[in-house]
């Protein structure tokens, strides 16, 4: 079983910066995609970054240029440093790992508990 752990979350004025981080600890067999996700209230779930094993990248439009995932793999880490933040984004922000739990089982999700990033004045 793999848990997910999350940190760096709190409260941040516009145009600050925070960074995020979420460690993958537990028994499994390769850890696929890491990513962000955020959910405001009233909204639903997005994604915002996910990463590759081989560090290929992706984000949603909306924070292009100012968010940058990264991950070390040797401690089955990811990393989300957050820049130029505004209002919108904030969000409890929750780590996703596609995990492979053993050679010949498919891979499946893991979600951690979330962490709240607020942006405010």
């Known amino acids: 079983q793999v848990q997910l752990v999350e940190s760096g979350g709190g409260l941040v004025q516009p145009g600050g910066s925070l960074r995020l981080s979420c460690a993958a600890s537990?028994?499994?067999?390769?850890?696929?995609?890491m990513g962000w996700y955020r959910q405001a209230p009233g909204k639903q779930r997005e994604l915002v970054a996910q990463?590759?094993?081989?560090?290929?990248?992706d984000y949603t439009d909306s924070v292009k240029g100012r968010f940058t995932i990264s991950r070390d793999n040797a401690k089955n880490t990811v990393y989300l440093q957050m820049s130029s933040l505004k209002p919108e984004d904030t969000a409890v922000y929750i780590c996703?790992?596609?995990?492979?739990?053993?050679?010949?089982?498919?891979?499946?999700?893991?979600w951690g508990r979330g962490t709240q990033v607020t942006v405010s004045t």
């Open positions: 990463i590759t094993s081989g560090g290929s990248t």
């Open positions: 537990g028994r499994f067999f390769r850890i696929n995609a």
């Open positions: 996703n790992a596609v995990v492979k739990p053993t050679i010949s089982q498919s891979p499946r999700d893991a």
